[in-house]
């Protein structure tokens, strides 16, 4: 069947004669396309035939018929473009009627239908029938009957039923279009929840119903009066008015989802939250959290605001309650406290060089963080800060404070940073004369600050260098490093006993060449790879003088392991060096699949070739002359399944002094995480028992929207028991999220407190998430971290 052709210009223009059309339909074949709605050559409606077949007369061979309303001209809007199967135009009622698969656009709007009515006087349509209409932002509206005007931006609909473009339906005996923005429906309903595949009538997991409903693209909300809440189809709740995103932009102001639980020191509680979107760069979060053992509620807030070049993220709370200090061996009583914490992280991008930002930590006793489940943190850290980034050379300022909210039996001893400043420069490879290699200078300054008459420090420090890389013509990799470090301390109230102040130096020279040479070979009968590369470093330095004013600020934590065996001071910080000559060896070799899977292992020593005067603390494993074999045993096949091993064993016996166990399994749908550590102990640090400690979470999904987890962490040392015990249920579902988990958390030395907590969210698809910026994940759910 042929379709109607084009018409550019107004109707009322095309009054030509009947025969001069007759004859152009005849010329192209369109003899069968005539209406009978009169003789051509004059017949009984001669003027419904001129209107009927005008469309022909200009442009005989489109698909298509644009028509403009008699009020405009084609300047002044654009055309309705109309497509169908037949078409005929009533000049005295100034009406055009389609039908059969009838087409109709313009402004970017689609209207489908059986048959539709222009009136070209009103510039409206009527279509009936099968009723489509498609929005510019993918909206689609199905209807059994509507009445528009031209552009489709006002209009009324019955029975309708709309599909928004992210997939969230409405349903309405009647409907309103009023100027292309906003749709006002009565008995209606709304869910984002897509319909079932098997059953589509069947009803949707949650639901709205409400007497009248408003939908408002220019604000981006649906708004309900007298609305039920519905599960399944069944009322569960009433409100009169409620309001919430339409789902077709990302920020919206409105309420959250509310989370609920029971926590042995607070008793029920209930958090509600209130979003509101200030503008596209920023946002607040309010909350309010009441509780049935505490008096007055918690008060929260959440704030983010970005810039072209600079970020910030505030969040806090603000209650007034009792609680017990505990600090110094002592229990205090306090009441009605006013407490309250402030978390902020800002970054200022300043230029393509320079950047700044702030770091802020702050509680007002130590139990509220962990009473309130926002933090665990044993210290908390505030930082002002400022970098610099020019090619190979970098440069920092910092100030930093610290709170320890540890319950402890004496005064913590960390100091503040007052300040810190570091730089380090780098020359361009090869533009040494004669020797080649790389320059290198280091610089640093630091500050360290107590309250009291507590020991006070300020450091300098310099180091310029020299590095090589050579790679001789059979494969063997060569590392030149030679540098000159010079440190000057001035101490207040030095804690070895000395009163007033002393002042020292120190000048170390040290040569470190290391070399490996790696060999790889491709197997024939499997797709892989196998590498071994032994390695040797050689560390030659002089032997420091050990009567000294120098205090240990930052190198008491000193550990062998895999990651630091090479490195030409083994000692963190900058307070000790490593000092006098060694040999250090090793090896490492590794199995690589085409696929992804791999086995690699490594394992070495060193030798001090000065048995005396040894510099590192019992249990640091450098301690004797021959230091603790380490090592590591790492294998992952696909993504499935991961082993990483690390060991530290004594040189003299083979004696366990540290074990580092990270299992990991995916079988589908069930996943298992592990995670074993012992340590022996570290003299001059708070380390003074051993440590062993195991921790497990499991995954286990039971349906395809199914989710049950367990998690637990077991102390298996001096002070051995569980320390936290976990189980949670989740629910995936296309247009919901529900969580239920409980918690033990058993007393521990940090936090003094034991504690239950059970913790119910829900998260409903365009009403809301259970997690927003600003406020913590239950511990319980952050335990499935250790899953890759």
């Known amino acids: 069947m042929f379709r109607l052709l084009s018409l550019t210009v107004p109707l009322c223009l095309l009054l030509q004669t009947s025969a001069a059309r007759a004859q152009l339909l005849t010329g192209y074949g369109f003899e069968d396309r005539l209406?009978?709605?009169?003789?051509?050559?004059?017949?009984?409606?001669?003027?419904?035939?001129?209107?009927?077949?005008?469309?022909?007369?200009?442009?005989?061979?489109?698909?298509?018929?644009?028509?403009?309303?008699?009020?405009?001209?084609?300047?002044?809007?654009?055309?309705?473009?109309?497509?169908?199967?037949?078409?005929?135009?009533?000049?005295?009622?100034?009406?055009?009627?389609?039908?059969?698969?009838?087409?109709?656009?313009?402004?970017?709007?689609?209207?489908?239908?059986?048959?539709?009515?222009?009136?070209?006087?009103?510039?409206?349509?009527?279509?009936?029938?099968?009723?489509?209409?498609?929005?510019?932002?993918?909206?689609?509206?199905?209807?059994?009957?509507?009445?528009?005007?031209?552009?489709?931006?006002?209009?009324?609909?019955?029975?309708?039923?709309t599909t928004l473009a992210d997939g969230s339906r409405f349903a309405a005996e009647t409907g309103d279009r009023k100027n292309g923005v906003k749709t006002i429906m009565h008995d209606a309903s709304y869910t984002p929840c897509e319909p079932c595949e098997n059953n589509p009538e069947e009803e949707p997991v949650w639901g709205l119903r409400a007497s009248k409903v408003i939908h408002d693209q220019e604000e981006h909300t649906v708004k309900y009066q007298h609305a039920r809440f519905e599960v399944h189809g069944v009322p569960v709740a009433y409100v009169p008015f409620f309001s919430h995103p339409d789902g077709t932009i990302k920020q919206k102001s409105g309420f959250l989802a509310p989370s609920m639980g029971y926590n042995s020191n607070l008793g029920a509680f209930a958090d509600g939250r209130y979003y509101w979107g200030i503008a596209p760069d920023q946002d607040l979060t309010i909350g309010l959290r009441a509780m049935s053992q505490q008096s007055a509620p918690l008060g929260m807030l959440a704030y983010r605001k970005r810039w072209e070049n600079a970020r910030l993220q505030a969040s806090g709370g603000i209650t007034v309650s009792d609680w017990q200090d505990k600090t110094y061996d002592r229990i205090i009583q306090r009441k009605d406290d006013v407490r309250g914490h402030v978390f902020a992280d800002g970054q200022w991008d300043i230029n393509d060089k320079w950047r700044s930002g702030v770091r802020v930590n702050w509680s007002s006793d130590d139990p509220y963080l962990r009473q309130y489940d926002f933090s665990d943190d044993n210290v908390l850290e505030n930082e002002i800060y400022v970098e610099r980034f020019s090619g190979r050379n970098y440069g920092s300022g910092r100030l930093i404070s610290y709170h320890d909210t540890r319950v402890r039996d004496e005064a913590p001893d960390q100091p503040d940073v007052l300040p810190e400043i570091f730089t380090s420069f780098q020359g361009e490879p090869g533009e040494i004369p004669l020797i080649k290699g790389t320059?290198?200078?280091?610089?640093?300054?630091?500050?360290?600050?107590?309250?009291?008459?507590?020991?006070?420090?300020?450091?300098?420090?310099?180091?310029?260098?020299?590095?090589?890389?050579?790679?001789?013509?059979?494969?063997?990799?060569?590392?030149?490093?030679?540098?000159?470090?010079?440190?000057?301390?001035?101490?207040?109230?030095?804690?070895?006993?000395?009163?007033?102040?002393?002042?020292?130096?120190?000048?170390?020279?040290?040569?470190?060449?290391?070399?490996?040479?790696?060999?790889?070979?491709?197997?024939?009968?499997?797709?892989?790879?196998?590498?071994?590369?032994?390695?040797?470093?050689?560390?030659?330095?002089?032997?420091?003088?050990?009567?000294?004013?120098?205090?240990?600020?930052?190198?008491?934590?000193?550990?062998?392991?895999?990651?630091?065996?090479?490195?030409?001071?083994?000692?963190?910080?900058?307070?000790?060096?490593?000092?006098?000559?060694?040999?250090?060896?090793?090896?490492?070799?590794?199995?690589?699949?085409?696929?992804?899977?791999?086995?690699?292992?490594?394992?070495?020593?060193?030798?001090?070739?000065?048995?005396?005067?040894?510099?590192?603390?019992?249990g640091s494993g450098l301690q004797n002359q021959e230091s603790d074999i380490v090592g590591q045993i790492s294998a992952r096949y696909k993504e499935k399944y991961l082993l990483d091993y690390r060991f530290q064993y004594g040189s003299r016996n083979l004696t366990s002094q540290r074990q580092e166990v990270s299992a990991y399994a995916d079988w589908n749908r069930f996943r298992l995480g592990t995670q074993y550590l012992y340590a022996s102990a570290l003299d001059g640090t708070d380390l003074t028992e051993s440590r062993e400690q195991i921790n497990g979470a499991a995954q286990y999904y039971f349906a395809e929207k199914w989710r049950g987890r367990l998690g637990a962490t077991h102390d298996l040392g001096v002070n051995s028991g569980l320390l936290q015990a976990s189980a949670g249920l989740d629910y995936f579902g296309q247009c919901v999220f529900l969580s239920l988990t409980g918690q033990k958390n058993f007393t521990t030395s940090a936090s003094g407190d034991a504690s239950t907590v059970v913790l119910f969210n829900i998260g409903l698809k365009n009403l809301g998430g259970f997690e927003q910026s600003g406020y913590r994940r239950p511990q319980s759910q952050q335990s499935l971290d250790l899953m890759p």
């Open 439 to 618: 320059w290198t200078a280091q610089a640093s300054a630091l500050g360290l600050q107590r309250e009291g008459r507590a020991q006070d420090m300020q450091r300098l420090s310099m180091d310029l260098g020299w590095k090589r890389r050579l790679v001789s013509d059979y494969g063997l990799l060569t590392n030149f490093r030679a540098n000159v470090r010079g440190d000057a301390y001035y101490v207040f109230d030095q804690t070895s006993g000395t009163s007033g102040e002393t002042n020292d130096t120190r000048l170390f020279p040290q040569l470190h060449i290391q070399s490996s040479y790696p060999v790889a070979k491709q197997l024939e009968s499997i797709p892989a790879q196998v590498t071994i590369e032994p390695i040797a470093a050689l560390t030659v330095a002089p032997k420091l003088d050990e009567n000294n004013d120098i205090p240990n600020e930052d190198s008491n934590d000193v550990q062998i392991d895999t990651s630091n065996l090479f490195e030409p001071n083994r000692f963190p910080g900058l307070d000790r060096i490593e000092d006098q000559s060694r040999a250090t060896y090793g090896l490492r070799s590794g199995l690589y699949g085409s696929d992804g899977s791999y086995g690699n292992v490594f394992i070495g020593q060193s030798y001090r070739f000065d048995a005396d005067h040894n510099p590192f603390p019992n």
């Open 35 to 161: 209406e009978e709605t009169g003789d051509a050559e004059g017949g009984t409606d001669n003027k419904n035939a001129e209107q009927s077949y005008a469309s022909v007369e200009l442009y005989d061979l489109e698909p298509a018929v644009d028509v403009y309303p008699l009020s405009q001209s084609p300047s002044q809007q654009e055309p309705v473009k109309l497509d169908a199967d037949t078409l005929q135009h009533d000049k005295e009622q100034k009406i055009i009627t389609a039908s059969g698969d009838v087409f109709l656009e313009q402004d970017g709007h689609i209207l489908r239908a059986d048959e539709m009515k222009y009136n070209l006087g009103t510039d409206t349509v009527q279509a009936s029938g099968l009723v489509v209409l498609n929005e510019e932002n993918g909206d689609i509206h199905l209807v059994d009957r509507a009445e528009y005007n031209t552009k489709l931006r006002n209009g009324h609909v019955e029975n309708l039923h």
